[in-house]
Nanobody, 125 residues
């Protein structure tokens, strides 16, 4: 069984930064595509970013490009989301998710196999 535990959320003013972490345990971390998703109140969950397992290729939601950076440390079984220049619209619960890399990358949450419990990010104006 794979377990994902997010941390690093909190309250920040607009223009500020936060770094989210997601620690993964249970199976070989390096063989998973890792994604970050978010869900704001009253809205559907949306894709934020993913990072591939081998070459570390990345892909982002258009609205976070240039502000957010996803990275992974396979030695620490951890994936990160560095969030800079935060905006009130970034307020949401952020979730990390893992997808078996044999099936390729995806921006669709329904194709991810394992999920964390989420961490709240609140950006004040």
């Amino acid at each position: 069984q794979v377990q994902l535990v997010e941390s690093g959320g909190g309250l920040v003013q607009a223009g500020g930064s936060l770094r989210l972490s997601c620690a993964v345990s249970g199976r070989t971390f390096s063989t998973y595509v890792m994604g970050w998703f978010r869900q704001a109140p009253g809205k559907e969950r949306e894709f934020v970013a993913f990072i591939g397992w081998s070459r570390g290729n990345t892909y982002y939601l258009d609205s976070v490009k240039g502000r957010f950076t996803i990275s992974r440390d396979n030695a620490k079984n951890t994936v990160y989301l560095q969030m800079n220049s935060l905006k009130p619209d970034d307020t949401a619960v952020y979730y990390c998710a893992a997808r078996d890399a044999r099936w390729g990358n995806s921006v669709e949450g329904r194709f991810y196999d394992y999920w964390g419990q989420g961490t709240q990010v609140t950006v004040s104006s």
